[in-house]
Structure formats: C-alpha cells, structure tokens
C-alpha cells in the first residue's frame, strides 16, 4: 500500500520534470529575448502553441511526426526574423511598450491559427509506443525522450553561449548593447538572432509537447505565465537558474496534483512563487538590481 | 434608441469605468498592473453574490462589490505596491491567475466556468419602483453610475491628491524628497483604481445578469492596457475613446468578419508605431 503511494507520487513527480523541462526551454527563449532586446514577449506561448500547431499539420501531412523536428525550427525561423525585423524593432527598449505590441502579435497569431486549424483541441497519437521500468513504475518511452531531447538542447544552448565565439557576442549584447556595438559587434544580426534563437526554443517545446497534451490555438496562454514566473525566479540571463526553477516548479506542481486538482495545484505554486517574490526580489539566483 | 446600439452604448460605459479607474493607477502612477481583473471579478461576483444570497437590493449589492474591491485591492497593494516595476508587473498577474484558477475550482460559490445567473429586483429610490428589465431604465441607471464615476475620478484627479500621483510618476525620488512618501501614494491610487474596477465589474455583470470565473481571466488584466494606450494614456477621456474604438471594431467588424481581432492586432502596432501617447496624445500633439 505504502509502496503504491510512493510510486504514484514518483509517477507524478516524474510528470511534474518533465513538463518542467518543457517549460524551461520556452522560458530560455523568453529569456534571451528579454535580456538581450528588451522584449516583455507576451507572444511567447503562442510561438509555443506554433510550434505545436505545426507538429500537428506535419504529421496530417506527412504521417511521420519526427520531421517536424526539422522542420518546425526553419518554418518559425522564417517567420520570426522579419518579425523582429520590421515589426518589434521600433519597440525595443521600452518593456512596457513592447508588452503591449506583442499581445497585439498574439492576437493575430491565435486569430490565423483559429482561421487555418480551427477552434477544436486535437491530438496527435504518441510517436514512441512502449514504456520503460522506473523503480517499478512504468514510465512512457516518448516522455523520457523529451526530456533526453530538451537536456541536450538546453545544454548545446549553454555550450553555445560559453564556448563559441558567436555566443560571446551574444552574451556582450545582452550586458551592453551600445558598448557591443561600439566594440564593432554588429549588434543588428545579433538581435535577429537571438529572437530567432528564442522563438525557436519556444517553437520546439511546442513539438515534443504536441503528442503528450491538447493541441489548441489557445494553449500558448497556459504557459505563459508560468514561464514569466520562471524566467524571474530563475533570475534573467541565467540559463542554470531558469532551468532549475523551471524543474522545481514542475515537480512541485506534479506532486501537488497528485494531492489537489490540477488547478488547485497550480494555484498553490502561484501562491508560493508570490511568497518568493515578496522575500527574494531578485529571484532566487539572480544577482541584478531588485 | 435602437436596441443594438443601446446595448453597444450600455457595455461600453461601464467599460470606461474600467478604463478610467485603470489609467488612475497605470497612467497616473505609472504602475502598469496585470491583476485588475481580480478586481473586475470581485465586484462581479460582489454584487452578484449579494443578490443571491444576500437577497440585497441592487444598491446594496453595488456598494458592497465597491468595497470589497476596496478591501481587496488594499491587500493585494500592501504586497505589490513596493515591488519595483517587473516584479510588480509578475505579482499582480500572479494574484490575477491564483483568483482565476481558484475560481473556476471553488465551483460551489462561483459556479465555475458555467457561472451563477440572477434576476435583478425592483430598485426603489424615494418611492418610484424602477426595474433593470426596461432597456430604457436600465440604460440610464448605467449612464448615472458613469458620469457620477467620471466626475467623481475628474476630481480626485485634479484635486491636490492627483497631482500627487502625477508628480510620483514623473518623478519618483523628488516627489519623496518633497514628503511625499510614494508607498502610500500609489497604494491610495491602487486602492481608488481597484475600487472602480469593482464598480465597473458590477455594472457589467448587472447588464449581463450573470458573473462566470472568466471574468478573473488574465484576457480582462490585458484588455484595460490595450483601450488606455489606444485613447491615451494619463488622462480619463483617453481611455474612453480606446474603449469605444474597441466596441467600434467588436460590434461592426466582428459581423462581416469574426476574426476581427487580426485587425485589432494591426491597429495596436499602428497606433503604437504611430504614437506611444494613443490616439489623444496624437490628436494634442499636432
């Protein structure tokens, strides 16, 4: 009896990682944006919600979800560097401004995809069958590929930050725009890239998301918040801390759900991240001004 | 008047309501709040709940959700108010959130996402019986709640206490230099904000004779943002004239294309692009 408890509470908490890994990818994404231009992206969850849209036309199309792992990158990469581009450049720099200028993106985003894909939730059936033994519970194959899948991007993210030239670049903009680009970085490519970068984060934790929840045009709205809370809890700009906020408030939603509904849980989570904000302003990791 | 604009007209005064008390605290202290629509619910649900089991008569019921969006906003600002700018933006969209989901859970008092319905009773004021079934009546009974709103905010604003809040937002650090302590400043403007808000979500859950937990939504935290920067920023009209250019767009577009809010989108951008002070800003600037 006790051990069934105990497996069902890994169960969940395994659950809780998971989507936790899921959440620190697009919150990665937000992120840099936020650090490196400025951008309060409140369009972030809807590139998520792209991402898994297009996962889901991929796989009617082409019948093999896994090339939308290729190709979902591309596609948001082509729509989002001449977003940044044309659109959101004049914003930059104002938080508030730029707030407000992408919920009107959002808007339009969830709009297209409610004319193209339609108001109804969908599914797409798993792309691994089989599940694999966890200390005797019995743990879906293609959940443990996600999170295999996203602790290899996020740490190519890292590596690529600390140990590429270009990422020096990147990490330059992000502590001084100006003086970057008084120092002969051509700061212009670097924002383009580093929104392509983030929107593609994003994107791709809408794909490996799509087949384990309800593809809807307005699922990007769940998970915003909950990356806005990461990214600050995490502390901005740092890639460890959001990762491990982003695992700790996974799991500990995924342990409460297993005590109180769903929503119950991720109330008590918003309740606790408040508690945090009041004593800890500055986040849990980071070291900026408060 | 005709029964489609009337109801436009109705819906889109007890918006203002909304906007104005907004733009108290997102443009007169600068503080750019993600939770209004806790308040918008409390009210709401104040009056709603008052009606069904409180059996209160309408006035009653509206004066205890303006309250209760007092006392609630008087919480929620002694928590946030201090927080700087990001994390006041996170906190209050925090608070908006736990209400949200706490509401849609806690379906024996808020009827969740179906909501609780009621029938609105007789008001009697000094002897005349007056019911919120007649369009007419139930029209002017929001106009009066309106103006007296717009007046009461018009004066709070110019009153020595808005300039006040106008000098914290300009300037945060000489305002308290000048004794001014901008705690208790912008708490007041938040609490004022709140309370009209709740004002606001009575009167609109009054003309829609229900209140659901989607009224505590993070849509109706947004939404308030987007009619003050379209109209203006920093003043009361401003924000009115977003609400209305709202409605313009929600009732005429919306029925020849339903996907009307791709327009609303392009119209952000513009406008922002155009000009950060909204179309007011724009109009006074030339």
Same mark, same amino acid.
């Given at each position: 009896?006790?051990?069934?408890?105990?497996?069902?509470l890994?169960?969940?908490?395994?659950?809780?990682?998971?989507?936790?890994?899921?959440?620190?990818?697009?919150?990665?994404?937000?992120?840099?944006?936020?650090?490196?231009?400025?951008?309060?992206?409140?369009?972030?969850?809807d590139?998520?919600?792209?991402g898994?849209?297009?996962?889901?036309?991929?796989?009617?199309?082409?019948?093999?979800?896994?090339?939308?792992?290729?190709?979902?990158?591309?596609?948001?990469?082509?729509?989002?560097?001449p977003?940044?581009?044309?659109?959101l450049?004049?914003?930059?720099?104002?938080?508030?401004?730029?707030?407000?200028?992408?919920?009107?993106?959002?808007?339009i985003?969830?709009?297209?995809?409610?004319?193209?894909?339609?108001?109804?939730?969908?599914?797409?059936?798993?792309p691994?069958?089989?599940?694999?033994?966890?200390?005797?519970?019995a743990?879906p194959?293609?959940?443990?590929?996600?999170a295999?899948?996203?602790?290899?991007?996020?740490?190519?993210?890292?590596?690529?930050?600390?140990?590429t030239?270009?990422?020096?670049?990147?990490?330059?903009?992000?502590?001084?725009?100006?003086i970057?680009?008084?120092m002969? =970085?051509?700061?212009?490519?670097? &924002?383009?890239? !580093?929104? *392509?970068?983030?929107?593609? #984060?994003a994107? %791709?934790? $809408?794909? /490996?998301?799509?087949?384990?929840?309800?593809?809807?045009?307005?699922?990007?709205?769940?998970?915003?918040?909950?990356?806005?809370?990461?990214?600050? =809890?995490?502390?901005?700009?740092? &890639?460890?801390? !959001?990762? *491990?906020?982003?695992?700790v #408030?996974?799991g %500990?939603? $995924?342990? /409460?759900?297993?005590?109180?509904?769903?929503?119950?849980?991720?109330?008590?989570?918003?309740?606790?991240?408040?508690?945090?904000?009041?004593?800890?302003?500055?986040?849990?990791f980071?070291?900026?001004?408060g | 008047?005709?029964?489609?604009?009337?109801?436009?007209?109705?819906?889109?005064?007890?918006?203002?309501?909304?906007?104005?008390?907004?733009?108290?605290?997102?443009?007169?202290?600068?503080?750019?709040?993600?939770?209004?629509s806790v308040?918008f619910?409390?009210g709401?649900?104040?009056?709603?709940?008052?009606?069904?089991?409180?059996?209160?008569?309408?006035?009653?019921?509206?004066?205890?959700?303006?309250?209760?969006?007092?006392?609630?906003?008087?919480?929620?600002?002694?928590?946030?108010?201090?927080?700087?700018?990001?994390?006041?933006?996170?906190?209050?969209?925090?608070f908006?959130?736990?209400?949200?989901?706490?509401?849609?859970?806690m379906?024996?008092?808020?009827?969740?996402?179906?909501?609780?319905?009621?029938?609105?009773?007789?008001?009697?004021?000094?002897?005349?019986?007056?019911?919120?079934?007649?369009?007419?009546?139930n029209y002017?009974?929001?106009?009066?709640?309106?103006?007296?709103?717009?007046l009461?905010?018009?004066?709070?604003?110019?009153?020595?206490?808005g300039?006040?809040?106008?000098?914290?937002?300009?300037?945060?650090?000489?305002?308290a230099?000048?004794?001014?302590?901008?705690?208790?400043?912008?708490?007041?403007?938040?609490?004022l904000?709140?309370?009209?808000?709740?004002?606001?979500?009575s009167?609109?859950?009054?003309?829609?004779?229900?209140?659901?937990?989607?009224?505590?939504?993070l849509?109706?935290?947004?939404?308030?943002?987007?009619?003050?920067?379209?109209?203006?920023?920093?003043?009361?009209?401003?924000?009115?004239?977003?609400?209305?250019?709202?409605?313009?767009?929600?009732y005429?577009?919306?029925?020849?294309?339903?996907?009307?809010?791709?327009?609303?989108?392009?119209?952000i951008l513009?406008?922002?692009?155009?000009?950060?002070?909204?179309?007011?800003?724009?109009?006074?600037?030339?």
């Amino acid at each position: 009896m006790a051990s069934e408890v105990a497996s069902a509470l890994l169960f969940y908490l395994v659950n809780g990682l998971i989507w936790g890994l899921i959440i620190a990818l697009i919150a990665l994404g937000l992120s840099f944006i936020f650090g490196v231009m400025g951008i309060v992206n409140m369009a972030h969850g809807d590139l998520y919600m792209l991402g898994a849209v297009f996962a889901y036309w991929i796989f009617s199309a082409l019948g093999n979800f896994w090339l939308s792992l290729l190709i979902v990158p591309v596609a948001i990469g082509l729509l989002a560097a001449p977003t940044e581009r044309l659109i959101l450049r004049p914003f930059e720099g104002h938080p508030a401004v730029t707030m407000i200028a992408t919920a009107g993106l959002s808007f339009i985003l969830q709009q297209l995809v409610l004319m193209t894909y339609g108001g109804v939730p969908k599914e797409l059936p798993m792309p691994l069958q089989g599940s694999f033994d966890f200390l005797g519970v019995a743990y879906p194959l293609y959940r443990l590929f996600i999170a295999a899948l996203s602790l290899v991007i996020i740490a190519s993210v890292w590596l690529f930050l600390h140990r590429t030239d270009y990422g020096i670049l990147v990490r330059a903009s992000m502590q001084d725009k100006e003086i970057a680009s008084a120092m002969g =970085i051509n700061v212009n490519t670097v &924002l383009v890239f !580093t929104f *392509v970068l983030g929107c593609v #984060l994003a994107a %791709v934790g $809408g794909v /490996l998301a799509a087949p384990v929840t309800q593809v809807f045009y307005l699922m990007g709205n769940d998970v915003i918040l909950l990356c806005f809370i990461v990214v600050i =809890i995490g502390g901005l700009g740092s &890639l460890g801390g !959001t990762l *491990v906020a982003a695992l700790v #408030l996974g799991g %500990v939603e $995924g342990l /409460l759900a297993y005590f109180l509904s769903p929503t119950g849980a991720r109330a008590a989570v918003f309740a606790f991240m408040v508690g945090v904000l009041i004593l800890r302003p500055q986040g849990l990791f980071g070291t900026q001004r408060g | 008047m005709p029964r489609g604009p009337r109801s436009l007209a109705m819906q889109t005064m007890a918006f203002c309501i909304f906007a104005m008390a907004y733009d108290l605290c997102f443009g007169y202290t600068n503080q750019c709040s993600l939770g209004h629509s806790v308040f918008f619910g409390v009210g709401a649900y104040g009056v709603v709940l008052s009606l069904l089991h409180l059996q209160s008569g309408i006035l009653l019921g509206l004066l205890i959700a303006f309250v209760a969006g007092m006392v609630v906003a008087f919480l929620m600002g002694s928590i946030c108010v201090r927080l700087t700018e990001a994390y006041f933006v996170i906190v209050t969209a925090l608070f908006s959130a736990i209400f949200h989901l706490l509401s849609l859970d806690m379906t024996w008092l808020t009827g969740g996402d179906d909501g609780l319905s009621v029938t609105l009773p007789d008001i009697s004021v000094g002897g005349v019986r007056l019911s919120l079934y007649d369009p007419m009546t139930n029209y002017y009974f929001i106009l009066v709640f309106f103006l007296a709103s717009y007046l009461l905010m018009r004066r709070i604003t110019e009153a020595p206490l808005g300039k006040v809040f106008i000098s914290i937002r300009e300037n945060e650090k000489r305002a308290a230099f000048l004794g001014y302590d901008p705690f208790r400043y912008k708490l007041a403007a938040f609490v004022l904000s709140g309370a009209f808000t709740a004002l606001a979500g009575s009167i609109y859950a009054l003309t829609l004779r229900y209140a659901t937990a989607d009224l505590f939504g993070l849509y109706w935290s947004i939404i308030p943002i987007v009619w003050c920067l379209i109209g203006g920023v920093g003043t009361l009209v401003g924000p009115c004239i977003g609400v209305a250019l709202m409605f313009f767009f929600q009732y005429y577009v919306s029925a020849w294309w339903t996907h009307y809010l791709i327009l609303f989108g392009v119209l952000i951008l513009v406008i922002l692009r155009t000009s950060r002070k909204g179309l007011l800003g724009y109009l006074l600037g030339r």
